[in-house]
C-alpha cells in the first residue's frame, strides 16, 4: 500500500479537540468555531447563522458537530443555510473534525461549525 503525505492549502487542520476548545495547526482556541479554508473564528451557535451565511459564496456545505453526541439541530438554523444554498451535515464534534480533515485534503469546498466538547 502506497502512502501518501496529506498536504493542506491554506486552510489549517484540527490537531486536537476537547477540553473545552480546539487545536489547529499549532494554535489552542477555546469555546465553539466556525472553520473554513477561509480562517478560524468563534462561533456563537445555533442562533449565529450569520457567520456562515458569509460563506455561501464559497462553501458547498458545512459540517455541524453537535458536540459530544449527535445531536437535533433547532430547524430555523437548517432552513437558514440551505435556503441559502449550505448544504447541513449534522454529526458529533470529533467526528466533524475528522471528516473536515479528509474534506480538506481533497480541496472540498466546505466549512465545520463545532461545539466544543
Not at 477540553?19 to 442562533?47: K, N, Q
Not at 473534525?97 to 463545532?114: K, P, Q
Amino acid at each position: 500500500m502506497r502512502m501518501n503525505e496529506v498536504t493542506y492549502t491554506e486552510a489549517v487542520p484540527f490537531r486536537g479537540y476537547g477540553a473545552g476548545g480546539f487545536t489547529l495547526g499549532e494554535v489552542r482556541h477555546e469555546g465553539d468555531l466556525l472553520v473554513s479554508d477561509t480562517g478560524v473564528a468563534p462561533w456563537g451557535g445555533y442562533e449565529d447563522t450569520a457567520a456562515i451565511l458569509e460563506l455561501s459564496e464559497q462553501v458547498d456545505f458545512v459540517l455541524i458537530g453537535t458536540g459530544v453526541d449527535i445531536g437535533h439541530i433547532p430547524q430555523a438554523f437548517r432552513r437558514a443555510l440551505e435556503e441559502a444554498g449550505i448544504g447541513v451535515e449534522i454529526m458529533s464534534t470529533a467526528s466533524a473534525c475528522r471528516t473536515y480533515n479528509v474534506l480538506l485534503s481533497e480541496g472540498r469546498r466546505m466549512a465545520a461549525a463545532v461545539l466544543a466538547v
